[in-house]
């Protein structure tokens, strides 16, 4: 809407009609008011303005030199003028958007600065199914907003977007507009993409980006069906069906899918079904509602409250809200269900790894009664509780009584060979019975049979090696989580114990610096930190100048200013 104004006011300008500037001004507003990240409409404004004074200079300078001896008034005055008209707009548009933000009336300024700066480098990480490995959000690669993109919007975008610039787009009399339109998507992809930018959920966060595209897209293959009418009338016809026929597939996939339209992946992917467990599918919970519904409509009668478990608890909470006398909502990882009280459990499958997702053996599990499905693949379930084998173990487990809790989790894998809750808690009771080829066995199912690259199941069989006498077999494999999970505190704690139980002081630095990157300092690891540049040669003192020159080079790679800052302070007063 903005663009569209933006556009409409410079070829108005030096002398926009009022209603022109009052439209841009509310959809500026309306812009900033959803989300700070709208002040990126001044920046197009801007650029745009300088794109019209570069036009206009050159169309006068074409008009000087055609009349030499009538030489055309100077176009200073509607260059002054449409300044002033564009700082009307834009300040007005700037309050306007302020006008239901309290913060921003405390500070109009500062505080819409700051919380542009803390939009722009949004620090928390999320894991993400991307190309069929689970990522985390901050270190995807540099091309996952553009090939989103490419996968999930239709063909026939794609197409016309493509086809504008080479049947007329930059026409003299249209070139402007055509520039104005193309910058305001390929902007922010390559800004997302120059910056290296914390994104995830696909592209959502520069959704804002797509009007424009789709406006290319038909006015490309407008400018294509008239360039085929004027060779032949019949050419005119099939050019004017043809985006009609590209749109086909989109149509039937919101048909069939409604409400989860947005669940979208283009003939390029091979839809939905290929995508499945490649790409997050339903990355904003929509299903979750569907899923909770089906529980109310279909649980089983019971004298107590039903038990509703989900990781997404307050989705289920507010679908639940209408029947809170029969109903309970309850929060349960997915990993740990069998650990949690629940009836029955909702699970969206974004967040559940890829290789559970592709493995017919262990997905759905046994205990799924109903799936909530786009194009034949499911991205919701509904999990029905058959016994309480796993959370009885886990009872006892946590009581300290062992034996007991082995036998439940055993009865657990009689009802169900790969319940991951009774294989996980089964290592980890092996490892504290020091029983590490016992641990191993459970570790080597879940692995092989479940999932691969599980961080859980690794660990337990990194320390199961470690306590058979095999510290080189446990760091490949706290390896192999770390390059699968950079963020995996349990793999960077247990080298770093490998490495000082062999005295091999160099490693153990290399990891602990490692450690830093990801903020895995405490306490515990200060102590540790210091006895170990202790026992190389250095005091407390250099130790710990050590450490925070360690931490400030940490947070400028990672461009974290204010921490370096803070740190150079604490460095400066003790040096």
């Known amino acids: 809407m903005s663009l569209y104004y933006m556009i409409v006011f410079f070829r108005q ?91 921003a009336w405390q500070a109009p300024i500062d ?13 928390i990480a999320i894991r993400q199914v991307f190309e069929g490995e689970m990522l985390w959000s901050d270190k995807l690669p540099w091309y996952y907003t553009p090939k989103f993109i490419l996968m999930t919007i239709p063909i026939a975008v794609i197409i016309g977007f493509l086809l504008y610039p080479f049947f007329g787009g930059f026409k003299k009399e249209k070139r402007l507009e055509t520039i104005m339109v193309y910058f305001t998507f390929l902007f922010p992809v390559f800004w997302i993409v120059y910056t290296g930018a914390n994104v995830y959920g696909g592209w959502r966060h520069s959704l804002f980006a797509y009007p424009p595209m789709a406006i290319a897209a038909g006015l490309g293959f407008a400018a294509f069906a008239d360039f085929l009418g004027n060779k032949k009338r019949v050419l005119g016809i099939v050019g004017n069906v043809l985006p009609f026929v590209l749109l086909i597939t989109p149509f039937v996939h919101i048909v069939k899918n409604h409400p989860y339209e947005y669940v979208y992946f283009n003939e390029f992917e091979g839809g939905a079904k290929k995508a499945f467990g490649n790409y997050e599918l339903d990355y904003y919970y929509h299903s979750v509602r569907e899923a909770t519904e089906w529980v109310v409509a279909n649980a089983e009668p019971s004298d107590e409250k039903i038990q509703v478990g989900s990781w997404h608890v307050n989705s289920t909470k507010y679908f639940l809200r209408n029947d809170t006398t029969h109903f309970r909502p309850r929060f349960v990882r997915w990993y740990r269900r069998g650990e949690f009280e629940w009836d029955y459990a909702v699970f969206a499958v974004t967040g559940i790894a890829p290789e559970q997702l592709r493995n017919p053996n262990v997905f759905p599990p046994k205990n799924c009664v109903h799936t909530v499905d786009v194009d034949g693949v499911p991205i919701a379930l509904v999990l029905k509780r058959d016994n309480t084998y796993d959370l009885d173990a886990t009872r006892l487990k946590k009581a300290g009584q062992l034996d007991s809790a082995k036998t439940l989790y055993f009865k657990s894998l009689e009802s169900d060979p790969l319940d991951e809750t009774a294989l996980i808690n089964l290592a980890e009771i092996y490892l504290n019975l020091q029983m590490p080829d016992s641990c191993l066995m459970m570790t080597d ?50 080298q770093l114990q490998i490495y000082l139980q062999s005295n091999n002081l160099f490693n153990a630095e290399q990891t602990m610096i490692r450690m830093i990157d990801v903020d895995l300092v405490d306490n515990n690891f200060v102590a540790t930190w210091v006895a170990l540049n202790k026992a190389q040669g250095l005091d407390e003192r250099g130790a710990y100048i050590k450490l925070y020159k360690a931490m400030i080079d940490s947070y400028k790679k990672r461009g974290k200013k204010k921490e370096a800052e803070m740190y150079q302070e604490a460095l400066d007063r003790i040096q």
């Open 13 to 103: 300008a030096p002398k926009p009609k009022w209603y022109i500037m009052l439209m841009l001004a509310l959809s500026i507003a309306f812009a900033i008011s959803i989300r700070v990240g709208g002040l990126i409409l001044f920046g197009y404004f801007g650029f745009f303005g300088l794109l019209w004074l570069i036009k206009l200079v050159r169309e006068h300078k074409a008009e000087v030199k055609a009349n030499p001896k009538n030489k055309p008034q100077s176009p200073s005055k509607a260059i002054f003028r449409t300044i002033l008209w564009a700082a009307l707009v834009s300040i007005v548009g700037y309050f306007a958007g302020l006008l239901i933000w309290p913060y």
């Open 111 to 123: 505080n819409v600065k700051e919380s542009y700066s803390a939009m722009s480098q949004f620090a």
């Open 445 to 494: 199912k879940y692995l092989n049979e479940i999932e691969p690259n599980n961080d859980e199941a690794s660990y337990f069989a990194a320390y199961a090696h470690l306590m058979k006498g095999n510290p080189q077999k446990a760091v490949e494999i706290t390896e192999g989580i770390l390059k699968h999970n950079y963020k995996y505190g349990g793999a960077y704690q247990l």
